[in-house]
C-alpha cells in the first residue's frame, strides 16, 4: 500500500495570519486563541514560516478543509517582545543563542478526527527541510505536561526534553524540547508532500 501524498500549503504573512486564526476556532483543547493581529505582530519583521495540511472530508473528497497547521519563526539572542526575551532568558542555560540559529515552533495541532494520519509529521519534516535550508541549528518547541498527545507527537518526531519548569500543578509544568538539525534529519524524512506557496 503507497502512503498518502500531504497536500501542504505555505502561507505569506497576512493571507497567512487569517488562515490560521480561522483554523483555531476547531481546536477546542487551547484555552486561548490568536488573533490575526497577534500573529502579524509576532511574525512581522523576523524569518517565519506558515503551513497548513489540507486533506478532503471523508464523506465528501471533492471538499478539501485545512486539518493541520504549524507557525514557527526564528528566536533571537536580543528580543524586543516581552514574551519572546523571557523565552530566551529561560533557555539560555540550554541553547547558546549567541552562536546557534533558533528555530521556535510558534504554534501548532491537528483537527482531533485527523489526528494519527501522518499530517502533522508531514508538517514537520517540511518545517525541518525549510530550516535546514535557511542554515537553522535546531528547532525549539514549548509546551505542558498535560498536553499528553503533543508530548507523544513530539517524542515520536525525535524531538528531546531540554528543560523542564515544575509547577505547583504537575500538568501545568512547561516542559521545553529541542531537535537537532542538519542534512542529517532530512535523511530520516519519509512523507510524501505536494507543497503549494503562495
Sequence with gaps: MSSPNYLIREYPLQQGALEIAYIEEFFNEFPTRKTAAEIIGRLEGREFQ????????????????????????????????????????????????????????????????????????ALTEEQEFWAVTQGYDSIVVKTKNRYYDMRGTLDSL??????????????????YLAKRL????????????????G
Design 158 to 175: 525525535q524531538f528531546n526534553v531540554i528543560k523542564l519548569e515544575p509547577a505547583a500543578d504537575p500538568l501545568e509544568s512547561k516542559v
Design 50 to 121: 506558515i503551513l497548513m495540511a489540507d486533506s478532503a472530508l471523508p464523506d465528501e473528497s471533492a471538499a478539501v478543509v485545512p486539518v493541520s497547521y504549524k507557525v514557527s519563526h526564528e528566536l533571537r539572542a536580543e528580543e524586543h517582545d516581552p514574551q519572546l526575551a523571557d523565552l530566551v532568558a529561560r533557555l539560555s542555560d540550554t541553547i547558546d543563542f549567541g552562536r546557534e540559529r533558533v528555530l521556535y515552533n510558534w504554534l501548532g495541532a491537528t483537527r482531533l478526527d485527523w489526528r494519527g494520519q501522518g499530517h502533522f509529521r
Design 182 to 197: 542538519g542534512p542529517f534529519v532530512l535523511d530520516a524524512h519519509r512523507s510524501r508532500r505536494q507543497v503549494v506557496r
